[in-house]
């Protein structure tokens, strides 16, 4: 598929051609060159350069992009496109991989249509999440092929070669890459773009999860891995798993660490495996690389994932060779390896003299206060001086991801308990069932409303919980780089939808006591507040007021959300 929109240096054109890329401008292209007709995701660092990207190559051609209310619901729009007979891409971050296990699980068994790939997005040093968990264990959990680029040309490439690889064995397949990853840049050599393709439904082909199909459908997995792990010895795959250097110490570099190695020690004082198969894993090649070393130092980004792998690899082998990693305490097990890290361990394990690198300051956006007109601040502001002045006693403050992460900050410092998204009304029904006599608060963004926090209303809906509920409802993703959230009028691709307000979703649900505020009326908010933190039973406020820097972006510090 082709388009002629441009896209700075990503304007698309049949035919191959060579071209410098960052690492999100490689995967975007590669989707749109494998002719991809869907792409579906929920905002949050380092996915969204890659999917705002999409959206704007997507203007001219048959393909669609859009933000869904959450991961689960864009990988099954992706998963439902596939089934049709059509190319499509779910991207989520590290946290956002756990919400699309549930339909994956069974994605794995019953098998897919056209090629399928997860852009899984992680954080590691979670500069923007509330962990900084790792997306191959759950790739692996759910038993689907991984593979990491370490760089541009490898993540266009790889890209490419996944959607084939999805559709030989009718399995999704995970393509894990880090924020580092996003920001390099290397020269890219395009692949001619893949024909288009019709929609097409296939009645005969079984689509349907069934009970007494499970364990015949779970063997047939198992083989498909089979094959797949021997696919990874042999050519295109052989291209990501290079060899380069001499001697008998090895470094084995999974995904981006390659670059970071390479970048840090051009010189080839050990041998070095640059791993883009993360599972299954080669185990040929491996063999014959860990018998040509006396030790080895593995490199990955979170988990001892390849480490524990190769670790067992070597006994059931045989191998005499010494394995290093964040097991044995040579490599860190917390946190990202940036440069200087890398660095640091090649010149303290591998005696090497190396010149430091810089590594580029990372910022933490839940650090930073809320900014001057902020529409966030007066309702607190409001909150804070009744309490103050002692006309309600101070709520326990149930809060969200989001910008929500900022109440921690001064000047108010009353953000007493946030966990994952979607969980702060959830986690207010607990807390009120538990007993305790303090007024509960619990406060979300409109986004996260409608991500997963809406199935927390139904809920207390249903027990009639005796909390408040506070939507915060500013008219964009804030953190993420100010996308248009669901309900907000609008599609990723800018086309005019119907609102959706929080408020008749209430009143559907039989909450009487709902309200609507300007988040800018502050003597408003302090006589609603007075009001509700009065009288009993579930009360829901939406305060509704416009961030003052959609336009600016002035708000957006790292692309990223916590």
Excluded at 481 to 508: C, D, L
Aim: charged share 20%; aromatic share 8%.
């Amino acid at each position: 598929m082709a388009t002629k929109r441009k896209d700075e240096n990503l304007e698309l054109k049949d035919g191959s051609e060579k071209m410098s890329l960052s690492g999100s401008e490689g995967i975007a292209r590669a989707v749109v060159d494998a002719g991809v007709k869907v792409a579906a995701a929920y905002p949050g660092g380092p996915i969204t350069e890659i999917v705002e990207k999409l959206i704007r190559l997507a203007g001219a051609g048959d393909f669609y992009v859009e933000w869904s209310n959450c991961e689960k619901v864009a990988f099954e729009v992706a998963l439902g496109c596939s089934l049709a007979g059509r190319r499509s891409v779910i991207a989520a971050k590290h946290v956002g991989i756990n919400h699309i296990l549930d339909p994956l699980m069974t994605a794995n068994l019953t098998g897919i249509g056209a090629g399928l790939v997860i852009l899984a997005g992680d954080d590691p040093g979670s500069y923007g999440s509330q962990n900084e968990q790792d997306s191959r264990l759950l790739g692996a959990f759910a038993e689907i092929p991984i593979l990491e680029p370490a760089t541009p040309w490898q993540g266009y490439r790889m890209t490419r070669q996944a959607f084939r690889l999805s559709e030989a064995h009718r399995l999704p397949v995970m393509i894990r890459y880090v924020a580092d990853y996003t920001a390099s840049t290397s020269s890219v050599s395009l692949e001619t773009t893949a024909p288009d393709a019709r929609a097409a439904f296939d009645r005969n082909v079984r689509r349907s999860a069934l009970p007494a199909l499970v364990v015949v459908d779970h063997a047939a997995l198992h083989e498909k891995l089979r094959k797949i792990a021997m696919s990874f010895e042999q050519p295109p795959y052989q291209i990501f798993n290079p060899i380069s250097g001499g001697g008998r110490r090895g470094i084995i570099a999974g995904g981006h660490l390659a670059a970071r190695v390479r970048a840090c020690s051009p010189n080839d004082e050990f041998k070095l495996l640059q791993l883009g198969t993360l599972f299954p894993l080669p185990e040929q090649q491996l063999t014959d690389f860990l018998s040509r070393v006396d030790s080895v130092y593995v490199l990955e980004e979170v988990e001892p994932f390849l480490e524990n792998q190769i670790r067992s690899l070597a006994q059931r082998q045989g191998l005499d060779v010494k394995i290093f990693g964040k097991t044995t305490g040579h490599v860190p097990w917390e946190g990202d390896l940036d440069l200087q890290e890398v660095a640091r361990l090649l010149s303290d394990e591998f005696g090497q003299s190396l010149n430091q690198p810089d590594t580029p300051a990372r910022a933490y956006p839940s650090l930073q206060p809320f900014g001057d007109g902020c529409s966030y601040a007066p309702f607190f502001s409001g909150l804070q001086q009744l309490i103050a002045d002692n006309q309600i006693a101070r709520p326990i403050v149930v809060g969200e991801t989001g910008c929500l992460v900022r109440l921690n900050n001064p000047p108010f410092e009353m953000l007493d308990v946030k966990y994952s998204m979607g969980s702060s009304i959830g986690l207010a029904c607990g807390l009120w069932r538990s007993g305790i006599e303090d007024r509960i608060l619990a406060v979300a963004g409109d986004s996260v409303f409608f991500h997963t926090g809406i199935n927390g209303l139904i809920n207390a809906a249903h027990h009639q919980a005796d909390i408040v509920v506070v939507i915060m409802d500013n008219g964009t993703v804030a953190l993420t780089g100010f996308q248009v959230p669901i309900g907000g009028g609008a599609t990723a691709m800018g086309e005019a939808v119907r609102p959706i307000y929080p408020e008749k979703v209430a009143e559907s649900l039989g909450i009487e006591k709902v309200y609507t505020l300007d988040a800018f009326d502050e003597s408003a908010i302090r006589q609603t507040l007075q009001v509700v933190f009065s009288q009993k039973g579930l009360s829901l406020l939406v305060v509704r007021g416009r961030c003052p820097y959609i336009e600016t972006r002035r708000c957006r510090a790292t692309g990223v959300t916590e």
